[in-house]
């Protein structure tokens, strides 16, 4: 595949944590939404098995012809599998139930942890991003994504055991930077939930600022309702409902991205 040089392919995030209902897939999908929305070509790839990031997208799991599931077994390509997110406005190569299998199907597999990495790399041209939505625990699967990946997104609540729980996945990235992806870095903290009135975490969000400096986004995504009820109707926040101040800060999450990655929208 030497052609990859050719082309300047995605920028591949992984949206990872390894707590549940921090809200990585709803990073994940409204980042998406958003950077559709400034004109990136984007992928979305579900790695959870409950298939979150897809029905959120618009996306019947119960009725996926094809999954990330046959493309990590090489069952599929990318390109066959990923279908359009109705009115998010990005594509997706979609999970359900079928993937926890892989996890035990790929063990005895070579090149187990780099499937997802060489399925990308064959779509690299139609993408400027991929966003990788993580399941919440450190497994073969989060290896995948992490393989593939040029950085993590890590979406925490500023609670008290926030930082507490990160140098678990901290030292995860170090690990798969060390021995398996020279490439991996931490892009960034994304302080979500948050809400302003609540001392405490004004207070954490300050410890995380002085602990990680530029690696916390200055954008910070506010609690607000408008998101939580998206997924039921089949679509992103910031599609749903622009206007709330949650979709909003999702556009300036998306635009503050690029920014940082000297690509101008
Ligand atoms: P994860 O993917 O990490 O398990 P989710 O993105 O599914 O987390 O979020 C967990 C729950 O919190 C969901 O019900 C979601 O709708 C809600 N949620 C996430 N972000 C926000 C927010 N900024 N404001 C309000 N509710 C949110
Ligand atoms: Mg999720």
């Known amino acids: 595949m030497s052609q990859a040089s050719a082309v300047p392919g995605p920028r591949i995030f992984c949206v990872a ?115 990788i939505d993580c399941p919440p625990s450190l497994s073969l699967l989060t290896l995948n994504g992490l393989c593939a990946a040029h950085g993590v997104v890590v979406p925490m609540q500023c609670e008290y055991f926030a930082l507490e729980g990160l140098s678990d996945l901290v030292n995860t990235i170090k690990q798969v930077h060390a021995n398996l992806n020279p490439e991996l870095q931490i892009i960034g903290l994304l302080r979500v939930m948050f809400d302003p009135r609540i001392t405490l975490q004004q207070q954490v969000s300050e410890q995380l600022k002085a602990h990680f400096g530029e690696k916390v986004f200055d954008t910070v995504i506010p609690r607000n309702v408008r998101l939580a009820e998206a997924p039921s109707y089949g679509e992103p926040g910031v599609t749903f409902d622009p206007a709330s101040k949650g979709a909003q800060a999702f556009v300036e999450f998306a635009k503050e991205m690029v920014q940082r990655l000297g690509r101008t929208p």
Do not use: C, W
């Open 17 to 131: 944590n390894q707590k549940g209902g921090v809200g990585k897939t709803t990073t994940t999908v409204n980042l998406a939404a958003g950077l559709a929305l400034i004109g990136q070509r984007v992928l979305v790839v579900d790695l959870d098995p409950q298939g979150n990031a897809t029905m959120g997208s618009g996306i019947d799991k119960r009725a996926l012809p094809l999954s990330v599931y046959d493309v990590l077994l090489e069952q599929a390509g990318i390109a066959e599998a990923r279908q359009p997110s109705p009115k998010g406005g990005y594509m997706v190569l979609g999970a359900n139930r079928d993937l926890a299998g892989a996890e035990v199907e790929l063990v005895p597999l070579e090149r187990r942890e780099k499937r997802l990495k060489a399925a990308i790399a064959a779509v690299a041209a139609d993408h400027d991003f991929v966003l």
